[in-house]
């Protein structure tokens, strides 16, 4: 799984860090997203890909591999 985030396309809206924290978060600033990790374990996978899914602004974006 590789991971991709459009910043410019965030809208803060933070549902990424609630459902996968190990692998996003948000700069203090403006609560845009961070990627923390691009390419994270199986073991967050499903996370990820809900975290897309729940992207109000669609920023996310995953490649299976």
């Known amino acids: 799984m590789k991971i ?3 910043e410019p396309k965030c809208v803060a809206a933070g ?3 609630l459902i996968a924290p190990d692998v996003f978060d948000q700069r203090e600033e403006d609560g845009i ?5 691009e390419d994270p374990g199986a073991d967050q ?3 990820v890909r809900e975290s897309a899914l729940a992207c109000p602004a669609s ?3 995953v490649a299976e591999q």
């Open 45 to 47: 996978h499903q996370a």
């Open 59 to 61: 920023a996310i974006h």
């Open 4 to 6: 991709t985030v459009d």
């Open 15 to 17: 549902q990424c860090v």
């Open 33 to 37: 997203v961070v990627l923390l990790a």
